[in-house]
């Protein structure tokens, strides 16, 4: 089946620890996007691909790094210059900008705590 | 300035009633697309509906349809014949066709709660 796996669904990082999640898609997609959700909140922007190696900074992309060396593929690092990442963090992708408004499909999802 | 207002924070509806769950926008882009998702408690986003900035017609899918009044920017969802199921956090969402990455914009959500 098509989709977007997110993995681990839980992550626990110590204080100082960079870690790394994992989002893959099966769907043929040319553009991913990496959201992060705080309890009652929507989702903001974190960074965003719209082709293999290349990817640009969202609204608030201070703290992480992502990459792109493979079309399938967008993982994000939690680094340790990200001050608050207890979160719930939410991969998506969707056909590029020459498809039109088409929906962006979404991964289960990783919930991040710091201990 | 909010892109995506969502003034419900929760909402409570009867089982088989209908409830309609508010959205306004704001964009100053001739070309955008509309969409709702609802997040269950496990946390994933389903896609639910699309309406498109120049479609002549609300859009419907299945129980959920998007009353769509472009004058006056907003993208309300009614969701017909509640069930159970349909409790969750509901999202309006928007894609404009200005920037590079034409990223859905979020609102805050709204809580709907189905009353047995």
């Known amino acids: 089946d098509g989709g977007i796996t997110q993995s681990p669904k839980y992550l626990f990082r110590k204080e100082g620890q960079n870690v790394t999640l994992s989002c893959e898609q099966n769907?043929?997609?040319?553009?991913m996007y990496w959201y992060r959700q705080d309890p009652g909140q929507g989702l903001r922007l974190i960074y965003y691909s719209q082709i293999v190696n290349d990817f640009q900074k969202g609204d608030i992309a201070e703290g992480y790094s992502v990459s792109r060396e493979k079309k399938e593929s967008f993982p994000l690092t939690v680094t340790s210059a990200q001050k608050n990442p207890t979160a719930f963090y939410l991969c998506?992708?969707?056909?590029?900008?020459?498809?039109?408004?088409?929906?962006?499909?979404f991964g289960q999802g990783t919930r991040l705590t710091v201990v | 300035a909010q892109k995506i207002t969502q003034t419900q924070p929760g909402m409570f509806v009867q089982e088989k009633e209908a409830v309609t769950l508010d959205c306004t926008y704001d964009t100053s882009d001739p070309s955008y697309g509309l969409f709702w998702y609802k997040q269950p408690s496990s946390g994933e986003m389903i896609f639910l509906i699309y309406q498109g900035s120049y479609d002549q017609q609300n859009a419907t899918e299945g129980r959920y349809s998007l009353n769509f009044q472009k004058a006056r920017k907003s993208a309300n969802l009614v969701i017909s014949a509640s069930q159970l199921g349909d409790s969750a956090m509901y999202f309006c969402a928007m894609r404009e066709a200005t920037g590079s990455a034409r990223q859905l914009t979020f609102g805050s959500g709204t809580q709907l709660t189905v009353l047995p």
């Open positions: 769907l043929n997609h040319d553009a």
């Open positions: 998506a992708s969707s056909r590029g900008i020459r498809a039109g408004y088409t929906e962006a499909f």
